[in-house]
Nanobody
Framework: QVQFVESGGGLVQPGGSLRLSCAAS????????MGWYRQASGKQRELVAR???????NYAESVKGRFTISRDNAKKTVYLQMNSLKPEDTAVYYC?????????WGQGTLVTVSS
């Protein structure tokens, strides 16, 4: 059974940076597309960024140029570098396969952007 454990969230001022990590358990991590998702209070969960098994990336328009997704297949870990953070980036951030799979969501990590 695959499990994801997200970490790295916290409170940051507008314009600041954070780096999120997602550690995966299970086998064959390297063959899967992975995604970072977020859910703000009162809103639906949305895809923020995705990365192919070979490292091709794609981003939501709202984060393009500010966020960078990467992966280390040897460590079974996906990262999200977030720069120039805005208050509207405040949300719980999750990782999952892309497309997402029901039943493997982790606890997420809370990112709060506020002065």
């Amino acid at each position: 059974q695959v499990q994801f454990v997200e970490s790295g969230g916290g409170l940051v001022q507008p314009g600041g940076s954070l780096r999120l990590s997602c550690a995966a358990s299970g086998n064959n991590f390297s063959i899967y597309y992975m995604g970072w998702y977020r859910q703000a209070s009162g809103k639906q969960r949305e895809l923020v960024a995705r990365i192919s098994r070979r490292g091709s990336t794609n981003y939501a328009e709202s984060v393009k140029g500010r966020f960078t997704i990467s992966r280390d297949n040897a460590k079974k870990t996906v990262y999200l570098q977030m720069n120039s953070l805005k208050p509207e980036d405040t949300a719980v951030y999750y990782c999952n396969f892309y497309p997402e799979r029901v039943g493997v969501w982790g606890q997420g990590t809370l990112v709060t952007v506020s002065s």
